[in-house]
């Protein structure tokens, strides 16, 4: 018998939790977890060709050209014996494309929490810079306010963590992502979960999951990863 390989992709803006609930897939699922950031950064540290491409793009804050991108996904994706995740990817029209002829995705799952809930929980943290030491001001506050509790020194809002710059990355998402996003609509292969918190979103994925991932692919592949 010949398996059919489960191909899911889960996407979300900056802050949506899509790490929380990758890791979760993973465990529950036992399906393998691929980052394109991640493969670009060991490529990078490989000094592979496609990491050389990649490099001044990622350094410049840019986006990997498309070519670039999809020659190493679908190097990595295609040897896989196993059910993945893929995350990260794709990020434009183009790239959807060429992945959906060569790998024909089963699920993508998007994260759809409120902009507005995103900021709120990323511009209430302060970092103590020396120690790396994170607070928040609703969840972790600091023992007096502004202050570290170990050292006393002030604490400083990293540049990242400021409300115009997470807003400003959270609209280049959704305005580079809406397209990526109607694709798969138009393929009916989209599932959307809205929610706040992870915790609120997670029962919903692993509903989804267990209806979508059969339990032979589930058993067969257990031993893989
Ligand atoms: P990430 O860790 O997902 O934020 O990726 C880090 C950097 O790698 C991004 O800022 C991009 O420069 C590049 N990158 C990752 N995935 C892609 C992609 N699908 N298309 C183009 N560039 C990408």
Partial sequence: MTLKIFRAIIMGPPGSGKGTVSSRIVKDFNIKHLSSGDILRSQILNKTAAGMAAKKYIDEGNLVPDDVMVNLIIGELHPLKQNWLLDGFPRTVPQAETLYQKEPVDVVMTLNIPDKIIINRIKGRWTHAPSGRIYHTEF??????????????????????????VNRRLQAYWKLTQPVLDFYRELSILEEFKGKYSNEIWPHVHKFLSTKIT???????????
């Fill in 215 to 225: 339990p032979t692919q589930y058993t067969e592949y257990k031993g893989f990863s």
């Fill in 140 to 165: 972790n506050p600091p023992k007096v306010p502004g202050v570290d509790d170990v050292t006393g020194e002030p604490l400083l809002q990293r540049d990242d963590d400021k409300e115009e710059t």
